[in-house]
């Protein structure tokens, strides 16, 4: 199979690609080193089936040729990471709603099976963990930019349904939660390789709001092997899928977790939200997914638990 994937010098494509050469197949990446990086890339470069153009998926002449070429795409171009969102919104908005809809558009021209990133983000301040793929999606105001990034994943979520719904376009959604894993960079924001990075040069563990917040953690490895077998699976099309981890730890267990791992002298200190982010910026206590659409469809069941995860982590950042 020949796989186009957008943001494929990104932490998760690039992982994608790995996995996708292991099983034989071509790859080709598309992307605009906007977060992602060559380094990411650098030990697949050498490959007979890796091929890879530094371009944005706006360039809609190459990516209508790259679409062409390909029988697959993976469209993980994105702006991610809350830091950046926040920071960022315009950018976080137009990237993320008008890279989706020229990928579809092109992509629709000639039927391709497009599998499509969403984030566990879209559930919002839901309480009503776990969350299954159908339950409501709970998003606070507009005034409040975290919230355009869920936003904009949720339009991309109904341009792709109204793909496959109005035009037949083959689509797959998955919404990945707390993705993590070696190559991933706490510059955008994500909190494990942050907290890595403190406790490694005995800096304090930043640890935001009164850290009672929990999150469940899925090893990179165990995310895209279940794209992978989606994509290998024809009931999947048209459908949304969680792809994530049951396993549920506060932010401060985590914090004293990766202190204890690294044998770190670091302090964990509490910084209020608002000085973190943005005054008055809202965070959501705890996200659980509900595997089980997943699980049935394909066997997925996660491989690799918390402690492996953060051992291979601290492991990649002392290595850096
Ligand atoms: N967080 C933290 N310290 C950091 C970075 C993040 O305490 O240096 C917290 C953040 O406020 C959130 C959780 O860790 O409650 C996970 O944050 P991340 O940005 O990794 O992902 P999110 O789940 O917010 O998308």
Known sequence: MRVLI?????????????????????????????????????????????????????????????????????HLAAAVGVKLIVEAPVHTIETNVHGTEVVLRHANKKKKLVLIASTSEVYGKSTDVPFGEDADLVLGPTTKHRWAYACSKMIDEFLALAYWKERKLPVIIVRLFNTVGPRQTGQYGMVIPNFVRQALAGQPITVFGDGTQSRSFTYVGDVVRAMVALIDEPRAVGQVFNIGNRGEISINALAARIKELTGSSSDIVLVPYDQAYESGFEDMPRRVPDISKISSLVGYAPTVQLDEILTRVIEFFRQQ
């Open 6 to 74: 957008t943001g494929g010098a990104g932490f998760v494509g690039s992982h994608l690609a790995e996995a996708l050469l292991e099983r034989g197949d071509e790859v080709f990446v598309l992307d605009n080193l906007s977060t992602g990086s060559m380094d990411n890339i650098q030990h697949l470069k050498s490959h007979p089936r890796f091929h890879y153009t530094i371009d944005s998926v706006t360039n809609e002449p190459l990516l209508a040729e790259m679409i062409d070429r390909a029988d697959t795409v993976v």
